[in-house]
């Protein structure tokens, strides 16, 4: 997706903790062409950026990790109120693009 990966992660190597936070990193990483082609897809085609945000988001935001704040996140947007409801990690990222794609709508 974005060439700026590597440096980002360098200069940002805590997680995001929240789904909003995770949301204004991808705001801040993604280039304009990037944010208006999410932009313009309608929700239900957002599932094809699964192999590719969606897995650099898994990967660089941590949420494959041990007790992921942001897997936590995820999984209270999910079922708020849940207390031991466990989000798969293509599930938490589903849920980050979906807010990214919201958030882009305004």
């Given amino acids: 997706m ?25 705001m801040e990483l993604l280039s304009g062409e990037e944010k ?12 094809d950026l699964h192999f ?5 988001i898994r ?9 992921s704040k942001l897997l936590d996140s995820c999984n209270q947007t999910l079922h ?8 798969h990690p293509d599930d938490a990222s589903e849920v980050i693009i979906g807010k990214l794609w919201k958030e882009l709508q305004i």
């Fill in 2 to 26: 974005s060439n700026n990966w590597p440096t980002f992660l360098q200069d940002n190597s805590r997680y995001p903790e929240t789904v909003a936070e995770a949301v204004d990193r991808l």
């Fill in 36 to 47: 208006l082609a999410i932009s313009v897809m309608p929700e239900e085609g957002l599932i």
């Fill in 52 to 56: 590719n945000l969606g897995t650099t």
């Fill in 59 to 67: 990967n660089a935001f941590g949420l494959h990790e041990q007790g």
């Fill in 80 to 87: 708020p109120g849940a207390l031991y409801f466990s989000v």
